[in-house]
């Protein structure tokens, strides 16, 4: 992670751009917590009965992050 003084966006902001793009995934459900813990400033988790669409969408919301 970029250090917090160099960051340029907040948690809530990261956050809800990862909600926003995610909603656009097809049958998508977004919670994301963030500011609750140190260890964990983003947490997402990802369920459903359909694995290849859990991954086509865990690697769309790890294109979000990693480009905030």
Same mark, same amino acid.
Do not use: W
């Given at each position: 992670?970029?250090?917090?003084?160099?960051?340029?966006?907040?948690?809530?902001?990261?956050? +809800?751009?990862?909600? @926003?793009?995610? &909603?656009? /995934?097809?049958?998508?459900?977004?919670? %994301?917590?963030?500011?609750?813990?140190? $260890?964990?400033?983003?947490?997402? +988790?990802?369920?459903? @009965?359909?694995? &290849?669409? /859990?991954?086509?969408?865990?690697?769309? %919301?790890?294109?979000?992050?990693?480009? $905030?």
């Amino acid at each position: 992670l970029t250090p917090l003084h160099e960051r340029a966006r907040s948690q809530a902001e990261i956050g +809800q751009e990862i909600r @926003t793009e995610a &909603a656009r /995934l097809p049958g998508v459900e977004v919670s %994301i917590a963030t500011g609750f813990d140190a $260890t964990k400033q983003i947490q997402i +988790q990802l369920t459903g @009965t359909d694995r &290849a669409a /859990l991954d086509r969408t865990a690697d769309a %919301i790890l294109g979000i992050v990693r480009e $905030t």
